[in-house]
C-alpha cells in the first residue's frame, strides 16, 4: 500500500510527522480517509478522534478539539486548535470545556452564536462518549 507525509501539528508543538499509509480524520462534514494520491482539499476539522496507521501498520490515535487539515496528493497536514496522544487525554479537562460551553450557552443573545456554541457541545458531549470505549 502506498504511503504519505502526515503531519499533526498544535499550537503547543509538532505531535507527529511520519510517512503513514491512512489517516482517518473528524471532518466537519463527516469522518474522511485520506490515502496516498487524496484529491486536494481542504477542510475544517471538529472535535474528535485522529487514527494514523503508520507505514509500519501500527496505529495511533489523537485527540484533537478543532482546526483544519490540507490534503494533498503527496501529504496532508492537520493544524489542530489542540491534540494530545488519546491515551494521554484528561477526561476531566474535557467535562470542564463541556461546562465551558454550557456557559457560555446561557449568555448568547444572537441565532449565529447560538448555533455555533450548540454544534460545539454536541461534538464534545459525542467525543466524551467515545472516549469512555478507550
Known amino acids: 500500500m502506498a504511503d504519505f507525509n502526515f503531519e499533526l501539528v498544535s499550537p503547543e508543538r509538532l505531535l507527529l510527522s511520519e510517512r503513514v499509509t491512512e489517516v482517518v480524520i473528524p ?76 456557559s457560555e450557552l446561557q449568555g448568547v443573545h444572537s441565532d449565529e452564536h447560538r448555533t455555533r456554541v450548540e454544534t460545539f457541545l454536541a461534538e464534545l458531549t459525542q467525543l466524551n462518549g467515545i472516549l469512555v470505549a478507550f
Do not use: Q, W
Open 27 to 102: 471532518a466537519t462534514e463527516g469522518e474522511m480517509t485520506v490515502m496516498a494520491n487524496h484529491a486536494p482539499t481542504m477542510t475544517t476539522i471538529k472535535p474528535g478522534v485522529v487514527k494514523v496507521k503508520a507505514a509500519d501498520g501500527k496505529v495511533s490515535r489523537y485527540v484533537v478539539f478543532g482546526g483544519f487539515a490540507d490534503i494533498l496528493p503527496t501529504g496532508c497536514t492537520l493544524l489542530a486548535e489542540s491534540a494530545v496522544p488519546a491515551e494521554d487525554v484528561d477526561r476531566a479537562a474535557i467535562e470542564k470545556r463541556i461546562e465551558a460551553a454550557k
